[in-house]
């Protein structure tokens, strides 16, 4: 797949996400500067990466959402092109309008950065589809990943599989406990309706690297890759 | 010219931590009678335009595009001439 990974002043998990890609996966990448207003040609997947895009300011991810290359993302997404964000760019794709929900600050108020488990939800989402643990160890590091939205929007959101995973301990149970945050329903990732947009608060691309301890996160990407289409 | 003074709410159907913990300071400080607090964002501009109507419809466009996230939040804001 051709991977578009996307730069904003403030973004830091560019290069990791890149060396995912690239180095373990060998998938074709390119990094672009917020400043572009078009995608290279062939794009198959845009990437908006974590870190603190304009410094979090006014609300997390809402004033990257003017940034000259959004409206190319837009398009792309409205093409049925894949998106991707991952914690910062999950924030992002929410103010952007391209996923549903918002993201508020985690109910202890705290920044959290810990590996915590995961159960995948959706059958229907090439990201989830053919992950076959029941838990994913995953770190999460953010200070705003209390999922919300409004009860017919996420009854519609479950309905339609487009609930991609939720919180649990390490045997999947999905408790409040295992909760990091607040979000509701213990939702930790989501995506659009036509099940091509994915916005999760965990951080795959650090659990991916075949040198480090946890490679669970790997296994999100190779499902992607699987599913393509 | 005009200057708006904008308060932005999370919605009252949120939970506002940081509104709980500082409503446990308040008791903290003796002011048992202190009950739900919440806190939000003020913010003041000036908007260069010709009537009212016109600041009004600039304040509102920054609002519900910018400035307040209207899944979670609520706006309210004055106008008044410089």
């Given at each position: 797949?051709?991977?578009?990974?996307?730069?904003?002043?403030?973004?830091?998990?560019?290069?990791?996400?890149?060396?995912?890609?690239?180095?373990?996966?060998?998938?074709?990448?390119?990094?672009?500067?917020?400043?572009?207003?078009?995608?290279?040609?062939?794009?198959?997947?845009?990437?908006?990466?974590?870190?603190?895009?304009?410094?979090?300011?006014?609300?997390?991810?809402?004033?990257?959402?003017?940034?000259?290359?959004?409206?190319?993302?837009?398009?792309?997404?409205?093409?049925?092109?894949?998106?991707?964000?991952?914690?910062?760019?999950?924030?992002?794709?929410?103010?952007?309008?391209?996923?549903?929900?918002?993201?508020?600050?985690?109910?202890?108020?705290?920044?959290?950065?810990?590996?915590?488990?995961?159960?995948?939800?959706?059958?229907?989402?090439?990201?989830?589809?053919?992950?076959?643990?029941?838990?994913?160890?995953?770190?999460?590091?953010?200070?705003?990943?209390?999922?919300?939205?409004?009860?017919?929007?996420?009854?519609?959101?479950?309905?339609?599989?487009?609930?991609?995973?939720?919180?649990?301990?390490?045997?999947?149970?999905?408790?409040?406990?295992?909760?990091?945050?607040?979000?509701?329903?213990?939702?930790?990732?989501?995506?659009?309706?036509?099940?091509?947009?994915?916005?999760?608060?965990?951080?795959?691309?650090?659990?991916?690297?075949?040198?480090?301890?946890?490679?669970?996160?790997?296994?999100?990407?190779l499902s992607l890759l699987q599913n393509f289409s | 010219m005009?200057?708006?003074?904008?308060?932005?709410?999370?919605?009252?159907?949120?939970?506002?931590?940081q509104g709980k913990a500082v409503e446990l300071g308040l008791?903290?400080?003796?002011?048992?009678?202190?009950?739900?607090?919440?806190?939000?964002?003020?913010?003041?501009?000036?908007?260069?335009?010709?009537?009212?109507?016109?600041?009004?419809?600039?304040?509102?466009?920054?609002?519900?595009?910018?400035?307040?996230?209207?899944?979670?939040?609520?706006?309210?804001?004055?106008?008044?001439?410089?």
């Open positions: 797949m051709n991977f578009v990974v996307v730069v904003f002043p403030g973004s830091n998990c560019d290069d990791d996400m890149v060396y995912v890609l690239r180095e373990v996966l060998g998938q074709n990448v390119t990094k672009i500067f917020h400043k572009e207003t078009q995608l290279p040609q062939n794009t198959d997947c845009v990437i908006v990466p974590g870190g603190f895009s304009y410094g979090d300011y006014l609300r997390s991810g809402a004033i990257a959402r003017f940034s000259p290359v959004m409206p190319a993302i837009e398009a792309h997404a409205k093409r049925g092109g894949y998106v991707w964000g991952i914690c910062n760019g999950f924030q992002i794709l929410t103010e952007a309008g391209l996923l549903e929900g918002a993201l508020l600050k985690n109910n202890s108020q705290k920044y959290i950065c810990k590996n915590v488990f995961l159960t995948p939800q959706s059958t229907q989402a090439p990201l989830t589809k053919s992950l076959q643990k029941n838990t994913y160890k995953i770190p999460i590091a953010h200070g705003d990943g209390r999922y919300y939205a409004d009860n017919d929007t996420l009854k519609r959101m479950e309905d339609n599989a487009q609930i991609l995973f939720k919180y649990c301990d390490e045997l999947g149970n999905i408790t409040p406990e295992h909760n990091p945050n607040g979000s509701l329903l213990n939702i930790a990732g989501v995506c659009s309706a036509n099940h091509r947009v994915f916005g999760m608060m965990p951080h795959p691309e650090r659990a991916s690297d075949n040198l480090g301890a946890n490679t669970d996160g790997k296994d999100l990407f | 005009y200057i708006a003074k904008i308060n932005i709410m999370t919605k009252p159907e949120i939970l506002d931590p008791k903290n400080l003796g002011i048992s009678q202190a009950q739900e607090v919440r806190i939000g964002k003020h913010i003041s501009l000036q908007i260069d335009a010709q009537n009212e109507q016109d600041a009004k419809e600039m304040v509102e466009n920054a609002c519900k595009n910018l400035l307040a996230n209207l899944i979670m939040e609520t706006y309210q804001y004055t106008l008044t001439k410089l």
